[in-house]
């Protein structure tokens, strides 16, 4: 089979090297500053939480308790720094894999095994943690992002220079979405409408079996160009520059300077799905000279170096990873199936009589049955 490699990483921004070490940029150094040995020592317990509730859910998938679980070994660095240049008031529209976002938005990762369990679309209410529902269907949620960047721009929640009242969106999604039309749709609506959209793509370099070489002959951000969009790649398993392209990219939306673009060169160090054998498309020297690269190790090294990781800190973080896989493989053998009328509760954001009339009819369709049984 003909596989090619990944694109260069020529360019990118990077803070951290693969083996830890601190590296200075022009731009985005000053950034970094911001976050003390305290933070960084969170991020990474946030890194090692998420990849043991990760692995949970591959594992309750392996024992047939999901129908299908999607991993996101190895990106971990790219959402946790991204996730921590967020605001509360900004809004999160995710693909399928962000958990680690989730995770940061305070979505309870519990509910996220309910929609891979196929219990519900909605697990969770998005008004409550500015995290959109996970999207399925790849790239169609750029659009849904766009359109609510411009809304927000439109209410007056955008450069007001009141640091607590802007906001601004932003956008995951990989890079076999950038081959879907809604995406570059997105790219245009919001480059003319100049929304408050960062659009951020894990370009992990495989979408399921077609290496990045075979979606573009030049860096996914370069698409960002066409439409006159600003734009950056920055080593998605580097935490600090993530957290820094993320953080200028976003200030600069809420304040009205419009969207931009950031591919993080990253790696899936997993299968795409569980239904997924990367056995069969990609070498083990590949999958070797990126386990090197690792985005937990990398940080873990840095703080090591500087005397910021102790033991203690060490331990209640494994013993947090246990406890939280521990609680998510309760909840979801336990989980029970949600009433079916639910799928009327949120067709419209206010009531709708002909939604009401659908429910009404679906509550005696039901209890039709139950009559039935009765012998009515």
Known sequence: M????????????????????????????RYA?????????????EMVVVRAFDRE???LQRQGELGLWVPALGQEAAQVGSGHAL?????????????AVAHLRGVNLAALLRIFRGLEHG?????????????????????????????????GLVGTGDPGRDAAVVC??????????????????????????????????????????????????QRADGVGMPNVR????????SYAVTREAMDRARSGGGPGFIEAFTYRMGAHTTSDD???????????????????????AYLTRRGALGDDFRAETEAMAKELAAEVRVATKSASKPPTSEIFDHVFAEPHTIVDAERAWFERYEESFTDAEGGH
């Open 2 to 29: 003909d596989v090619h490699g990944p694109l260069s990483d020529d360019g990118v921004v990077r803070l951290l090297t693969h083996t830890g070490d601190r590296v200075e940029h022009p731009v985005y150094s």
């Open 33 to 45: 500053e911001e976050l003390d040995d305290s933070t960084l020592r969170q991020m990474w317990r």
């Open 57 to 59: 859910a591959t594992s």
């Open 87 to 99: 605001r509360p008031q900004d809004w999160v529209f995710p693909s399928y894999r962000e958990h």
């Open 123 to 155: 697990a969770w209410v998005p008004e409550e943690h500015n995290f959109h529902l996970y999207t399925l269907v790849i790239g169609s949620h750029t659009l849904h992002a766009t359109g609510y960047a411009m809304a927000m721009d439109r209410d």
């Open 172 to 221: 995951y999604f990989g890079d076999g979405a950038t081959s879907q039309g809604d995406t570059n749709e997105a790219l245009i609506f919001a480059a003319v409408n100049n929304a408050p959209v960062v659009f951020f793509c894990q370009n992990n370099q495989w979408a399921i079996s077609e290496p990045a070489t075979r979606q573009s002959k030049v860096p996914f951000a």
């Open 234 to 241: 920055v080593d998605g398993n580097d935490v600090l520059a």
């Open 278 to 300: 990367p056995t069969r498309y990609r070498s083990k020297a590949e999958e070797e000279y990126w386990a090197e690269r690792d985005p937990i190790a990398r940080l873990e």
